[in-house]
């Protein structure tokens, strides 16, 4: 089973845990804080809890056999393994262990990996037996909401542009928000509104390049200026890593007009329309709006998940060239596309 850090709170909250957790992605923060949580739920005592930070493949026949000791005067025992490269002795031990794992014991380990490789034994094994949890970077939206939602745990109230404004300049990382919101918090003082005045004075970590850039040219249709930044894009990283994101970016853009469209089709004034769809410092929103349909809108989304699915399931496919082809047909115009 595949669960995300939000689904693994709620049943740990619950009392309830599993016989393993395999976690993955990419927000390492979110990952340890997953696992201080869990620790804090569970309640082991010194002689139920053992973790091992060591080399792993030195300490995987050690970590089994604690995996397989009963608790002492209580329910369940929890064993962590910390290291995020387990190489495949290591993997292989815990594979065999999961097979028939002990019903007493909660496994957890760590990943740097996005997600489990569909030919690696350990993380099937994983799902078979227990969950693998995915910390996947947060999305803009998700961003603005936890930033808000943290900022008033801290007795403040953080406007959603201000939010945007932060999460645009900053990335999505939360272990980058988190400092940057702490940081706006003290800066603030007494204040209790944070508004976008106090960000730019604030922010100490800017990205060398705008994270949400993708998003907007493809929704200006500009074929050259797309292609040049996706070249920028893919200089510096590996495909993969470029191109889910980039479908994403693509994707939620397409979302946020479809929305905009039908709720002024409603008859919401563009002001109350900016703010539910979250529609901050772009000016061009809705002069771009009004020159597309909602028919292109649709059949562009679906372009978009078609593409998706077959990344996912066709691993000969070349992810550069599917995307870059993606673009240019989401920039060719509609009467182009109907003769093509």
Known sequence: MELRGADLLAEWKAGKFRPVYY??????????????????LFKADDFNLREFTGEPNSQAAAAVTECLTLPVFAERRLVIVCSPKLPAEARAAFAEYLKSPSPTTTLVLLSEDKKPDRKDALGAAAAAAGAVGIFAPLSLDEAVERLTAEAKKAGKELASEAAALLAGEAGTDWSILAGELEKLVLFVGKEAKIGTEAVNPCLGYRKSADPWALERLVLSRDLKTCLVHLRELFADAKPEDVVFRSLAQIRGGFLKQ???KRMLKAGLPQRDIEVRARIFYDRDFFPRLGRVS???????LRRCLEVEADLKSKSWLDAKLELERLVVELCTPSSK???I
């Open 294 to 300: 909602e028919e292109r809108l649709r059949r562009d």
């Open 23 to 40: 976690l993955f992605g990419e927000e390492s923060a979110a990952k340890a804080d997953a696992v201080l949580k869990l620790k804090e």
């Open 337 to 339: 596309l109907a003769a």
């Open 258 to 260: 479809l929305k905009a």
